[in-house]
């Protein structure tokens, strides 16, 4: 049996990006920077300061492509091999992370990620999400590695817009819902009880303090409920994966996520955003009842999540685009994970269902970003 819990060791604190070096150093003596443009932008000055003090030379900066697709991934394979570079640094959302997991995975280097934004477990897990190069979900690469070391600088990640943590926290949320159901298709084992364990706390820390930690990105201040999300979204969450595998892996509600991004309109809305919204359109296909959803939607409220497809974008469909949102969203691995059958009629009837229960609880006036 081999048990991927996370990366090897993950380090947050307030300005660590300046000590950065300290703990690279272990890894080797040349590095190469991979992330986003406005990402390298926000570490590098400081990343190549700490590095030089350590006796690291940062040799290349490169941007990772924008999407986490197989042609970026071969690209910077193909522009690394051979280059005398002993570890890589990924940086950036979850994408760009992605992407640099499994070019460390092909060229069998050590990785240390360092996020900007706390959006996503990406920093955490082993798999790589795999895109086209227009956003499309493609699927899941397992040949990809989790980061030897995760360096989290608290104020960098509380100097991204908030609009990143409220989607963290939405990619989150699908923890529990997710892993309690996929877990049913599974014979217990002491690993994937754990991972439902772990589930059940990520899903109550996030209710009991995400509005807190919001609001602390919001007034910039950085506060223990604010690092405690952090560490939830990024690190503890991944954990469920790690311990649960493919027994506790995203199921209905990153499925029609997945599904949803066949339409341009939801591109500028971000993963956990639609993820979110996949909560309850899992929830409407089990057969959840419309007020056991909508304390899940107040809290949706309560932080900025979206909880329609108007919020998201999409203001109509005609026949045929549900009918392929249907057929499309049967076919993700994700969906395989759901303890029943689902057809392509039931998920257009759960997200119809969903996106009615939203509707009637729009406020008269939607946030600016929506």
Aim: glycine share 8%; with cysteine.
């Amino acid at each position: 049996m081999k048990v991927t819990v996370g990366p090897g060791q993950y380090i947050r604190n307030i300005g660590l990006l300046k000590e950065a070096g300290t703990y690279i150093k272990n890894f080797g003596k040349t590095a190469a920077l991979i992330g986003g443009h406005n990402s390298s932008e926000i570490v590098e000055v400081s990343l190549r300061n700490s590095l030089l003090e350590n006796g690291i030379l940062l040799k290349q900066t490169l941007w990772y492509g924008g999407e986490s697709s197989r042609a970026n991934i071969d690209r910077l394979v193909a522009e690394l091999t051979d280059k005398n570079i002993d570890v890589l640094i990924a940086t950036g959302g979850g994408k760009a992370i992605d992407t640099v997991k499994a070019v460390a995975y092909r060229l069998n280097k050590p990785l240390v990620a360092i996020p900007t934004i706390a959006a996503t477990c990406a920093a955490a897990t082993p798999i790589t999400i795999l895109y086209s190069n227009e956003g499309e979900f493609i699927g899941i690469e397992r040949r990809a590695k989790a980061p030897e070391l995760v360096l989290v600088d608290s104020e960098i990640i509380m100097n991204a817009p908030v609009r990143y943590l409220i989607a963290g926290i939405g990619d989150t949320l699908a923890k529990w819902f997710e892993t309690k159901t996929s877990v049913k298709k599974a014979v217990p084992t002491v690993f994937n009880q754990t991972a439902v364990a772990i589930a059940g706390q990520v899903y109550q820390t996030l209710l009991q303090i995400g509005k807190e930690a919001v609001n602390s990105v919001r007034t910039r201040k950085v506060t223990k409920e604010f690092e405690d999300i952090i560490d939830t979204i990024i690190l503890v969450s991944g954990s469920v994966s790690g311990y649960g595998g493919d027994d506790c892996r995203t199921a209905g509600a990153h499925a029609i996520y997945s599904g949803l991004t066949i339409f341009p309109e939801v591109h500028q809305t971000y993963h956990g955003e639609i993820v979110a919204f996949g909560i309850l359109a899992q929830l409407c296909m089990e057969k959840t009842s419309e007020d056991e959803l909508k304390p899940l939607i107040n809290f949706y409220q309560e932080i900025g999540l979206p909880y329609s497809l108007k919020q998201m974008g999409v203001r109509s469909l005609t026949d045929s685009q549900w009918q392929k949102l249907g057929e499309i969203t049967v076919t993700i691995e994700d969906m395989a994970n759901m303890p029943f059958e689902v057809t392509p009629e039931m998920v257009i009837e759960a997200v119809r269902q969903a996106d009615k229960i939203g509707k009637g609880m729009l406020p008269a006036v939607l946030p600016t970003w929506q």
